[in-house]
């Protein structure tokens, strides 16, 4: 049983580049979420989907990021312009009415 | 905010029962207590959740005080493997969970 997938694992890359998260939901669940966490600010969600409609995105830091979820099946988030203070590991949880399954994180240097 | 309040850090023998307490004075009667927990390098990972009635499941056992204004995770024995920072949240009405700092347990052998 496929658990949340998360690419790429690792992604090194330098500032003004744009970056792309992908996650690939457990089948079946409804709600998608993601996160970012540093050792300074903890684990902060940054915006949730419900059926495929963005819900909540009041934890977005800026408008360099964005998120998507063309289908049940998938969910990007973007940084575009990144900045060296968007290094952290993101990670994408989806649930099917309250429990989170979490993947296992991008891990985000930006130089 | 997560509006929950656990102690940073924690040791517990090895084979021991580990005792996380959690404060939640301002928990509504709606919201549920939800336990995760991540071990180094990896996504957290849900082990339970109550409303206000103690819970076991495979993993450990929630213990909700009457007022529900406290919680104890149990983990009846303890391994290496245990070691985890621990995170009491609250599921609200808006479905969302706010991480706190969590408890970091160190399991020692």
């Known amino acids: 049983d496929a658990g949340v997938i998360q690419s790429p694992r690792h992604e090194v890359t330098e500032m003004g580049q744009e970056v792309t998260l992908r996650c690939k939901p457990i089948s079946g669940h409804d709600y998608l979420f993601w996160y970012r966490q540093t050792m300074m600010r903890g684990l902060e969600l940054l915006i949730y989907f419900n059926n495929n409609v963005p819900i909540d995105d009041s934890g977005m830091p800026e408008d360099r990021f964005s998120a998507k979820m063309p289908n049940a099946s998938f969910s990007t988030l973007k940084i575009q312009p990144s900045e060296p203070r968007d290094s952290a590991v993101y990670f994408c949880?989806?649930?099917?009415?309250?429990?989170?399954?979490f993947g296992d994180g991008t891990r985000l240097s930006i130089l | 905010d997560a509006k929950t309040t656990q102690p940073p850090s924690m040791d517990c023998a090895e084979g021991r029962a580990a005792n996380l307490p959690c404060n939640h004075s301002?928990?509504?009667?709606?919201?549920?207590v939800y336990w995760y927990r991540q071990i180094h390098s990896q996504g957290p990972q849900y082990i339970i959740h109550?409303?206000?009635n103690n819970e076991t499941n495979e993993m450990a056992s929630l213990i909700i005080t009457e007022d529900r204004k406290s919680s104890t995770l149990i983990l009846p024995h303890a391994t290496l493997r245990d070691t985890a920072v621990y995170y009491c949240t609250r599921l609200n009405r808006d479905d969302k969970i706010i991480f706190g700092k969590g408890t970091r347990l160190h399991i020692l052998p």
């Open positions: 949880a989806s649930s099917l009415k309250d429990t989170q399954h």
């Open positions: 301002t928990i509504s009667g709606n919201e549920y």
């Open positions: 109550g409303l206000k």
